[in-house]
């Protein structure tokens, strides 16, 4: 079983900043990506940010604001969010898919963070 485990939440007022992180721990191989997904109310969950290797992919909303980062010897992923809006109110939802055996891969997801950027 992997668990996946986010801190960093909260409340902020607009055009501040947050730094979201989520620790991967259980039996596994190896993770494959990390990444940040995030659901508003009313509203489906969306992808904010997603590192694979060496790459990176961001929802146009968030480009130059929001950076992922990943520490593969702690196994955590990072989101940091600058100028921050109160439409990026949401609960954030850390996501990974990991090698649970050779050749064989499970997708997993932490139980959210809420971010509220409010005056």
């Known amino acids: 079983q992997v668990q996946l485990v986010e801190s960093g939440g909260g409340l902020v007022q607009p055009g501040g900043s947050l730094r979201l992180s989520c620790a991967a721990s259980?039996?596994?191989?190896?993770?494959?990506?990390m990444g940040w997904y995030r659901q508003a109310p009313g509203k489906q969950r969306e992808l904010v940010a997603i590192?694979?290797?060496?790459?990176?992919n961001y929802a146009d909303s968030v480009k130059g604001r929001f950076t992922i980062s990943r520490d593969k010897a702690k196994k955590t992923v990072y989101l940091q969010m600058n100028s921050l809006k109160p439409e990026n109110t949401a609960v954030y939802y850390c996501?990974?898919?990991?090698?649970?055996?050779?050749?064989?891969?499970?997708?997993?997801w932490g139980q959210g963070t809420q971010v509220t950027v409010s005056s």
């Open positions: 259980g039996r596994f191989f190896t993770i494959n990506r």
């Open positions: 996501n990974s898919e990991v090698a649970v055996w050779v050749g064989s891969y499970q997708v997993y």
């Open positions: 590192t694979s290797g060496d790459s990176t």
